[in-house]
């Protein structure tokens, strides 16, 4: 066997388990890939269901109906003469708005000798969410030769479970519940909570059911041959009085009209490949149906169903792989943070003054304190995050009357840096949580085992991770140009000295000649955590990795125990905790490998990033609606077959759905300048499946212009097919 063959099969060594401490994490009870699942969203509601558009059909999944962290309704089924229908077909809106479910009755007795064939009776669902309240409309044709009488029944019930429950968690005591029918046409259920909030769930069925009960509506239907009627069902969510119902549709023409408005302001892609234009389509759509209008700007919430809220880390993210196609989306997240940014200490909120917001929480549990995550600051990296993103706005757009609104924002999170985040005072960023409560590890991989010594022993904090230096590094130099563009120049020149100390100092610090990489973090007594891990690629993305280090960082990225075929993994195969079942330890995320490839483009490594691009669209057009999932298993690519799933893996995920956008800007070297009113084109490459690609109305300012590129071999060539303003285009080689 050859030396890469045998690297191929080595086993990593024997571990202990490490024992879990209190992670908040996600009790698997069922795979969310063993049924196919659909999603809907609006605001800070979302609805997760089964192919056929029904909830709770079995027990213990994530199924239902959640409104601010809470589970409103648990169970809502169709039955057609009292059995499931048969499924057609069950397939999002293009737009992301509804669900359309196409149904059919299954062979039944309807009386004494007669018979209902299959495929009789059609059945048509469409679902949405708007403003807190879930619309159905159920429409019924008879396609038979003679009459046909039906019952159409819904069962339906809420148990009000926090989202917590619903991941795992268990109480000790609940609040009270109800459920009456106030009207031929309404059942209400109510719960009041351990924390005094009143939480109702109204049902309102039109035409009135035949009968009514708090937990089923049946309606006796009578249908001509070739005729057809329709039922409408919402389902109003609320603290307090539920949410009042519109039109279903007038409310759907205003859901359709408010997509368009979100969007309107993105660049396009298309492109000659209609199997990456799906993967694109649907990334969009995801992105736009997890963007929430807030009173700040619109906010990328981080997924679902475990993540429909604010979480800091991933807005960040998410707005920079987005930056270059829609940039109001980084100046919402910017505003919220800013808004939400810590003032005061509070241990068990992990607070510290000018910290970031790792994630909030609105449901009772959060509320009463069972658990941290009501306003919660426990991330080493949405801060210097945070900085970054101002920073790359500032570029991308100029917009000094949001850059002049968050400074204060700015100056908190630089004096966090240099005061609370560096524990020790040796330069570098460190975490440690404050209570057993809070998240024993910090950074973007937050699981209990994430961060360990070579032989797999878990390292002691205070921690610095690899990649949160870098942040620190490029979040100092962004924030530089910007004190320099407001006049603040001796800000300016003290931020510039501090990152150029950092990145020496980084080096000597976390390089290790052994492994060939960074390590993975310093643990409390400076000992680098000798891991081969894709938090090096961070170094890369950041800018902090001197060049020829850089070079082997990504060798050792792509080598086969580092690239699994579907990607780069986020541990390499043979390190001690290595597993490619695992959330952290070797999976593969595509927002990692999308800020990899980044960091791939920034020195030049344009072929590194073709890989890792051609990888992760490949492993997209294997997932169901073609939608890239929040990670998926590292194992090692097999022909004719498509990446393992992960169990509990949120799809659609904000970052997950970016990362598209930031693997093709890597690709293309494209950089964006407000100042020089200038796009650029560093050395543009694509990949094999990709001849020609269409960008349109891609903005500077009050500029835009649309592009077409042409790949011929290892050339890409760009035109411009229609400009409007002044700006240029330029294409560097």
Not at 2 to 14: D, M, R, W
Not at 271 to 282: G, K, P
Not at 625 to 650: D, I, K, M, N
């Amino acid at each position: 066997m050859t030396e890469s063959a045998l690297k191929l099969v080595k086993q990593p060594p024997a571990v202990p388990e490490m024992p879990r401490a209190s992670e908040h994490g996600i009790e698997a009870q069922t795979s969310l890939v063993e049924r196919a699942l659909r999603n809907l969203k609006h605001g800070d509601a979302f609805a997760v269901l089964d192919s056929y558009g029904d909830i709770g059909t079995i027990r213990d999944t994530p199924e239902g109906l959640f409104f601010r962290d809470t589970r409103y309704l648990s169970h809502f089924e169709l039955r057609i003469n009292g059995k499931r229908p048969l499924l057609l077909s069950s397939v999002a809106h293009e737009n992301k708005t509804a669900l359309s479910v196409d149904l059919t009755n299954p062979d039944m007795a309807v009386g004494a000798g007669e018979a209902l064939p299959r495929d009789t009776i059609f059945l048509e669902r469409t679902k949405f969410l708007w403003h807190g309240v879930c619309y159905e409309r159920l429409g019924i044709r008879n396609y038979g030769d003679r009459t046909r009488r039906l019952r159409i029944d819904f069962l339906f019930g809420a148990d009000f479970r926090d989202l917590f429950e619903v991941r795992g968690a268990t109480r000790r005591r609940r609040g009270s519940e109800t459920a009456a029918v106030i009207g031929p046409n309404q059942v209400e259920f109510r719960y009041l909570g351990l924390d005094q909030v009143e939480r109702r769930t109204v049902l309102t069925f039109r035409p009135e059911p035949t009968r009514l009960h708090p937990n089923e509506a049946s309606f006796d239907i009578e249908l001509e041959p070739q005729e057809q009627t329709a039922l409408f069902v919402t389902v109003g969510c609320g603290e307090g009085e539920a949410a009042q119902p519109n039109d279903f549709f007038l409310a759907y023409r205003d859901t359709r009209r408010a997509r368009r408005a979100s969007t309107r302001g993105m660049a396009t892609v298309t492109s000659s490949n209609e199997l990456f234009n799906e993967v694109i389509t649907r990334a969009t759509a995801d992105l736009y149906t997890l963007i929430t209008r807030t009173e700040h700007g619109p906010y990328p919430y981080a997924g679902i169903p475990w993540y429909s809220t604010v979480f800091g880390r991933d807005g960040i993210i998410t707005a920079m792989l987005m930056l270059w196609v829609d940039p109001a989306v980084a100046r919402g997240v910017l505003r919220l943070l800013a808004a939400t940014q810590a003032t005061a200490f509070d241990p068990q909120a992990d607070a510290e003054p000018g910290k970031i917001v790792h994630e909030r929480r609105l449901g009772e549990m959060a509320r009463l304190g069972e658990v941290p995550f009501g306003f919660y600051y426990g991330t080493v990296d949405a801060t210097p995050l945070f900085l970054m993103l101002a920073g790359l706005y500032f570029e991308r757009t100029g917009d000094r009357d949001t850059l002049s609104e968050i400074w204060p924002n700015i100056e908190a999170a630089l004096r966090w840096i240099d005061q609370y985040g560096d524990r020790d005072g040796d330069g570098f960023v460190e975490y440690h949580r404050e209570t057993e409560q809070g998240l024993a590890n910090q950074g973007w991989k937050d699981s209990h085992d994430a961060v360990f010594h070579a032989d797999g022993s878990g390292a002691q904090g205070p921690i610095a991770l690899c990649e949160v230096q870098g942040y620190v590094y490029a979040a100092k130099r962004l924030i530089a140009k910007v004190a320099a563009a407001f006049g603040r120049d001796e800000l300016a020149a003290r931020l510039r000295k501090e990152a150029k100390s950092l990145r020496r100092r980084f080096d000597a610090a976390f390089w290790c000649d052994d492994i060939q990489t960074y390590a993975l973090a310093l643990d409390g007594e400076k000992r680098p955590c000798r891991v081969r891990s894709s938090n090096a690629g961070h170094a890369l993305f950041t800018g902090i990795a001197a060049p020829d280090r850089a070079r082997r960082v990504a060798r050792a990225l792509m080598d086969p125990e580092g690239f699994s075929g579907w990607g780069i993994r986020t541990l390499a195969l043979g390190e001690a905790r290595y597993n490619p079942m695992s959330y952290h330890n070797g999976s593969v995320w595509p927002h990692d490998n999308a800020l990899i490839a980044l960091g791939f483009a920034r020195y030049g490594l344009k072929r590194e990033a073709v890989r890792v691009f051609d990888a992760i669209i490949r492993a997209a057009i294997y997932q169901d609606q073609r939608r890239l999932p929040e990670l998926f298993c590292g194992f090692l690519r097999r022909q004719h077959r498509g990446p393992t799933a992960y169990p509990v893996a949120c799809a659609p995920q904000a970052w997950a759905a970016a990362a598209p956008l930031g693997l093709l800007a890597a690709c293309l070297g494209l950089e964006m300048s407000h100042r020089d009113n200038e796009i650029r084109f560093i050395d543009p490459v694509l990949p094999g499946f990709l001849d020609e690609l269409v960008i349109r109305d891609l903005r500077i300012g009050r500029s835009s212009v649309d592009l077409r590129l042409f790949r011929h071999g290892d050339d890409v060539t760009v035109n411009v097919l229609k400009r409007r303003g002044d700006l240029t285009v330029t294409v560097q080689k």
